[in-house]
């Protein structure tokens, strides 16, 4: 199968190329140039294979290039590092209503599903391609992917991997898990500014081709781990399927019966990756989008206006901390009829104006599979101490973001269709919103927020949280967002 650019539809690569080169040189982003269809049948058998067998058949549907040996080795060493067989399990909390755990990987976040196998893709590819250029990955982080694609470089032969992500905007925690990275080939800084100036910093980086040629000299070409990455969204489609076949398998479903997904989201990947599969042929009811108070895609949703333009929060749901939301131009692509000179104008609208309108009519009539809504603070943190009093089940505040979205839905729809909630990060990862949530008071410190949450809840505190608090700080870098390109230079003129 070949990909395309969402700016440039007559260029065309292979799977291999989307992956080691991570953006399009015009800025784009690829695609698949279709979506392969999967049956019922199909689904129905992935109920007795294992998490790793469902991803390596996905993967499969879209990577030609590689045999299903290969494919099914990337995913087995990927899905190793999970506590479990089941990477991605779901658990029922109540009739008709579930919640999908993508936070038992080795940094405790939905992006380990993806960020697991990412280094594994682009070390097949290089071997595949014959490239003898190391790998530099760049990462603009709102948090999660950091210290995913930290530990899943980490290491990693034939790679350079540096993440930058904004100092003040991501949890106590995360920032520990990032600045306490080992490996010889990473480096992490945070930036004087907001997610979205990281995100812009990077992808400015990455067309910017007197920057290509500079490293190409030095024997890099770059890569990315964030979801702008195929290699990075493509892993992420197979939980969708995933807890379809997990819900046949119990009974709880019929074969062909529609259900929903709500969906915490910030850069648009997550649930992007359920339209995918939607495109592929999962029974999908409704994608529920679930923003918090930057509720930019919200106000898309329901307007057709896309305006970035608009006051910053920052919330006590970091990762989704986000007025630009980069996978959305992949859906964007599809809403303009894959047009790609007209998704190029959108673009430059939003980069000109920080603002672009899709007709509304176009959205209800061909893309009505999406809804979406937000949830305020106040929100979140009922959702959280509510989740937990009505189910005695513990959701992170990202999480809880989807839980108030969906009964909000639920309240104005009636909508009974058994709903699957995407939940995104262990609530140990943000315990100290977590705990005051539950307990009505506030602990300062993160370690003695996740020993008192602990206490309360019962929930097991996985082992690298607690590590944490006595692991070695290792970056301490803080830098102004003008500088990155400089540090980036800087980094590889060592190596």
Same mark, same amino acid.
């Given at each position: 199968?070949?990909?395309?650019?969402?700016?440039?539809?007559?260029?065309?690569?292979?799977?291999?190329?989307?992956?080691?080169?991570? /953006?399009?040189?015009?800025?784009?982003?690829?695609?698949?140039?279709?979506?392969? *269809?999967?049956?019922?049948?199909?689904?129905?058998?992935?109920?007795?294979?294992?998490?790793?067998?469902?991803?390596?058949?996905?993967?499969?549907?879209?990577?030609?290039?590689?045999?299903?040996?290969?494919?099914?080795?990337?995913?087995?060493?990927?899905?190793? &590092?999970?506590?479990? *067989?089941?990477?991605?399990?779901?658990?029922?909390?109540?009739?008709?209503? #579930?919640?999908?755990? %993508?936070?038992?990987?080795?940094?405790?976040?939905?992006?380990?599903?993806?960020?697991?196998?990412?280094?594994?893709?682009?070390?097949?590819?290089?071997?595949? &391609?014959? @490239?003898?250029?190391?790998?530099?990955?760049?990462?603009?982080?709102?948090?999660?992917?950091?210290?995913?694609?930290?530990?899943?470089?980490?290491?990693?032969?034939?790679?350079?991997?540096?993440?930058?992500? !904004?100092?003040?905007?991501?949890?106590?925690?995360?920032?520990?898990?990032?600045?306490?990275?080992?490996?010889?080939?990473?480096?992490?800084?945070?930036?004087?500014?907001?997610?979205?100036?990281?995100?812009?910093?990077?992808?400015?980086?990455?067309?910017?081709?007197?920057?290509?040629?500079? %490293?190409?000299?030095?024997?890099?070409?770059?890569?990315?781990?964030?979801?702008?990455?195929?290699?990075?969204?493509?892993?992420?489609?197979? #939980?969708?399927?995933?807890?379809?076949?997990?819900?046949?398998?119990?009974?709880?479903?019929?074969?062909?019966?529609?259900?929903?997904?709500?969906?915490?989201?910030?850069?648009?990947?997550?649930?992007?990756?359920?339209?995918?599969?939607? &495109?592929?042929?999962? !029974?999908?009811?409704?994608?529920?989008?679930?923003?918090? /108070?930057?509720?930019?895609?919200?106000?898309?949703?329901?307007?057709?206006?896309?305006?970035?333009?608009?006051?910053?929060?920052?919330?006590?749901?970091?990762?989704?901390?986000?007025?630009?939301?980069?996978?959305?131009?992949?859906?964007?692509? @599809?809403?303009?009829?894959?047009?790609?000179?007209?998704?190029?104008?959108?673009?430059?609208?939003?980069?000109?104006?920080?603002?672009?309108?899709?007709?509304?009519?176009?959205?209800?009539?061909?893309?009505?599979?999406?809804?979406?809504?937000?949830?305020?603070?106040?929100?979140?943190?009922?959702?959280?101490?509510?989740?937990?009093?009505?189910?005695?089940?513990?959701?992170?505040?990202?999480?809880?973001?989807?839980?108030?979205?969906?009964?909000?839905?639920?309240?104005?729809?009636?909508?009974?269709?058994?709903?699957? /909630?995407?939940?995104?990060?262990?609530?140990?990862?943000?315990?100290?919103?977590?705990?005051?949530?539950?307990? @009505?008071?506030?602990? @300062?410190?993160?370690?003695?927020?996740?020993?008192?949450?602990?206490?309360?809840?019962?929930?097991?505190?996985?082992?690298?949280?607690?590590?944490?608090?006595?692991?070695? /700080? &290792?970056?301490?870098?803080?830098?102004?967002?003008?500088?990155?390109?400089?540090?980036?230079?800087?980094?590889?003129?060592?190596?």
């Amino acid at each position: 199968m070949k990909f395309i650019s969402t700016r440039n539809a007559s260029l065309s690569v292979s799977g291999s190329e989307a992956i080691l080169t991570g /953006i399009s040189p015009d800025g784009g982003l690829f695609v698949p140039e279709s979506f392969p *269809e999967v049956s019922m049948d199909r689904i129905r058998a992935m109920a007795d294979m294992t998490y790793a067998e469902r991803a390596s058949y996905v993967m499969g549907l879209y990577l030609d290039e590689f045999t299903k040996e290969e494919l099914s080795e990337i995913a087995s060493r990927a899905y190793s &590092r999970f506590e479990d *067989e089941d990477a991605c399990p779901l658990t029922k909390v109540d009739d008709g209503l #579930y919640v999908l755990e %993508l936070w038992h990987g080795p940094t405790f976040a939905f992006k380990d599903v993806a960020l697991t196998v990412l280094p594994e893709l682009i070390s097949a590819c290089r071997k595949k &391609r014959g @490239e003898k250029d190391k790998t530099l990955v760049l990462v603009a982080t709102s948090g999660d992917t950091g210290k995913a694609a930290l530990e899943g470089f980490k290491d990693v032969e034939g790679t350079e991997i540096m993440v930058f992500y !904004p100092d003040e905007g991501v949890s106590d925690m995360q920032k520990m898990q990032m600045i306490t990275t080992g490996g010889n080939n990473t480096y992490v800084a945070g930036i004087r500014g907001n997610f979205d100036d990281a995100q812009t910093a990077v992808k400015t980086i990455f067309t910017d081709k007197k920057v290509a040629e500079e %490293l190409k000299e030095k024997g890099f070409v770059m890569s990315s781990a964030n979801s702008i990455n195929w290699g990075r969204l493509l892993p992420q489609i197979t #939980y969708y399927f995933s807890s379809y076949a997990d819900m046949l398998s119990s009974g709880d479903i019929k074969e062909g019966e529609k259900i929903n997904f709500c969906v915490p989201t910030g850069n648009f990947g997550d649930i992007l990756a359920g339209y995918y599969a939607f &495109r592929m042929g999962l !029974p999908v009811n409704k994608l529920i989008c679930a923003s918090n /108070i930057n509720n930019v895609l919200t106000d898309f949703f329901n307007s057709g206006e896309y305006d970035a333009s608009r006051e910053f929060h920052k919330t006590i749901s970091p990762s989704m901390d986000i007025l630009i939301s980069s996978n959305l131009e992949r859906l964007v692509f @599809e809403m303009t009829g894959r047009n790609s000179d007209q998704l190029a104008s959108l673009m430059k609208d939003l980069k000109e104006t920080g603002k672009y309108q899709v007709e509304l009519s176009v959205i209800r009539r061909n893309f009505g599979v999406f809804t979406a809504g937000y949830a305020d603070e106040e929100e979140t943190m009922d959702a959280m101490a509510n989740t937990f009093d009505e189910y005695g089940y513990v959701v992170d505040p990202h999480t809880a973001v989807a839980v108030s979205v969906y009964d909000n839905y639920l309240m104005i729809t009636g909508d009974e269709t058994p709903t699957v /909630i995407l939940s995104t990060a262990s609530p140990y990862k943000f315990a100290q919103d977590v705990y005051e949530a539950l307990d @009505e008071s506030r602990v @300062e410190d993160p370690f003695k927020a996740v020993k008192k949450l602990h206490s309360l809840s019962g929930m097991e505190i996985p082992e690298g949280i607690e590590k944490l608090e006595t692991a070695e /700080i &290792r970056f301490t870098d803080v830098l102004d967002k003008t500088k990155i390109k400089e540090k980036v230079m800087e980094r590889v003129s060592r190596q």
